[in-house]
């Protein structure tokens, strides 16, 4: 038999023992301290060193703080939900195409010429030689005359463009359009609206005032009918009403 006091050992000794895992936090699974312990050990008249059997509560690990997500880089003048709601793999661009200001969902690798005739329907700027020497892609970036072709769309967010259709409109003509018309400057017309443009831009810059420097000047805009002449007769026209 064993003695009382052997029994009230042993009970001290367990008691110990589960309070050093209780202080260590030693739960395996789902069970606890108390799981392991002989029944008599949990009876009512174990010792006050007992309480400390108590069942402990599995705790979960603490949860580690979500890192911040940067938001994504975009034009200033493009608002977050405008952002959002862009299909993927596009970029949010804000455009004023002869006019009409909007931000459009453009694709990295889309020029401006693309943009204009496939995305715009503004098929008088004229796809030449897409490599930027014949001129017939020409229009006016903020005023500045460009190869459209060779420019990619999406860098020009919050620049103002203008093509033919927003120089003039029949019944309302640009100068450049009324004297292209009244000097007979064009044959098959293919290159015409990159050669009013570019004039357009030539007047702008206010470099040219003789012949031989329009000749000069618009020697990127190429005419295979061979109208050059007709050509620089009416840019110095519309040049000498405008001087």
Not at 13 to 23: C, F, G, I, M, T
Not at 96 to 110: D, F, K, L, Y
Request: glycine letters at 8%; charged letters at 20%.
């Amino acid at each position: 038999m064993i003695q009382q006091s052997e029994v009230v050992e042993k009970r001290e000794q367990h008691a110990v023992r589960a309070s050093h895992a209780k202080s260590s936090a030693c739960v395996v699974g789902t069970l606890t301290i108390a799981d392991y312990l002989p029944p008599e050990l949990l009876s009512p008249f174990a010792t006050a060193r007992t309480v400390l059997l108590k069942k402990i509560p599995l705790t979960s690990q603490p949860s580690r703080p979500k890192p911040k997500q940067e938001a994504p880089i975009m034009s200033t003048a493009i608002n977050s939900a405008t952002y959002a709601a862009m299909p993927i793999g596009t970029v949010p661009t804000k455009l004023t195409i002869n006019g009409e200001t909007r931000t459009r969902a453009i694709e990295p690798w889309t020029t401006l010429l693309d943009l204009l005739r496939e995305g715009e329907d503004l098929i008088g700027t004229k796809k030449g030689c897409d490599h930027g020497q014949c001129g017939a892609c020409t229009v006016l970036v903020d005023g500045r005359r460009i190869n459209s072709c060779l420019k990619l769309a999406v860098t020009l967010d919050g620049a103002e463009i203008t093509t033919i259709e927003g120089l003039g409109q029949p019944g309302n003509l640009h100068p450049l359009q009324s004297a292209f018309c009244d000097h007979d400057a064009f044959q098959c017309g293919y290159c015409t609206p990159g050669q009013i443009c570019s004039a357009q831009g030539l007047i702008n810059e206010g470099k040219a005032r003789t012949r031989d420097e329009v000749r000069e000047l618009m020697s990127g805009n190429l005419c295979r009918c061979g109208a050059y002449t007709n050509i620089i007769d009416a840019v110095l026209d519309v040049i000498g009403e405008q001087a």
